[in-house]
């Protein structure tokens, strides 16, 4: 049975982003939620958009709500305010959340590398892992020594790499070089980045390709509703994915009678 792993990006504390998300994972049970960054969103700077915010406590305990495992991958707005995320959702469960940071997880049969994020205060997220500033070169090959092929199938990245569709060029979250020079090296099988918020819904384009790699980034709306991917896969055919579009106002019944198909763009 394949592997089915729920992916977002750029959920930046919005409470209408936050429901959304726990309504998807309540309906679909994947085997793992992979959170790609911005999750919380760095104090100091103006919030996105116009509906609730939640605080960054808030935001652990709204995430307690989910039964499948959650990986977190770091964006450039998981700064100081990641202490007080860990020390809430420390009080809420027996272990500290699990980072994918410069590291490898195996979910179910697929394989999947959280990359560090280059921009913002890394430290207090990365605890001692590699930082984004770090070329890949030198933390990638341990994950290639020890898991070989399987490093290479999914790859979580905030910020994505440089030179396609999903971002727009020449603006802040253009993304990052050394990521597109790690794909061209490496060619995975799936990337999913976020980070540019917009460019994929306003050109209505999601998935873009780097060789034979495929590339996603679905974006964000801060407001709802929430656009998600959901990836599945076996230990040998390739990837799947597709993107999913969830209105957190709508009920339940509605999904479940959808399927989570309506709103779904299904890529082979
Ligand atoms: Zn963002
Ligand atoms: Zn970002």
């Excluded at 500290?96 to 994020?117: E, Q, W």
Aim: aromatic share 8%.
């Amino acid at each position: 049975m394949a592997t089915r792993i729920l992916i977002v990006t750029d959920l930046h504390q919005r409470a209408v982003l936050y429901d959304a998300l726990i309504k998807l994972a309540g309906e679909i049970k994947p085997d793992a939620i992979i959170l790609g960054g911005d999750f919380l969103h760095h104090t100091g700077l103006l919030p996105y958009g116009h509906t609730q915010q939640l605080t960054t406590t808030q935001c652990a305990v709204e995430l307690h709500a989910i039964e499948a495992p959650l990986m977190l991958v770091r964006g450039n707005h998981e700064d100081e305010n990641w202490f007080e995320f860990r020390d809430a959702w420390k009080s809420l469960h027996t272990s500290a959340p699990v980072r994918l940071n410069g590291s490898f997880a195996m979910i179910g049969s697929v394989g999947v590398v959280g990359f560090p994020c280059f921009m913002g205060y890394q430290q207090p997220f990365s605890e001692g892992q590699p930082l984004g500033g770090e070329h890949y070169q030198y933390w990638f090959k341990h994950l290639l020594a020890d898991h070989g092929d399987d490093a290479k199938r999914l790859w979580i990245m905030h910020e994505p790499p440089t030179g396609t569709q999903i971002s727009e060029e020449g603006s802040p979250v253009e993304g990052n070089a050394w990521w597109r020079d790690a794909i061209e090296e490496h060619q995975p099988e799936l990337v999913v980045c976020g980070h540019d918020h917009t460019t994929p819904i306003s050109r209505g384009v999601w998935k873009d390709q780097i060789g034979a790699t495929n590339v996603l980034n679905v974006g964000q709306n801060m407001d709802g509703p929430l656009h998600a991917t959901l990836v599945m896969g076996a230990a040998s055919d390739r990837l799947q994915f597709e993107k999913l579009v969830v209105d957190s106002t709508a009920s339940a019944k509605t999904h479940a009678a959808h399927g989570w198909q309506i709103g779904a763009e299904a890529v082979p």
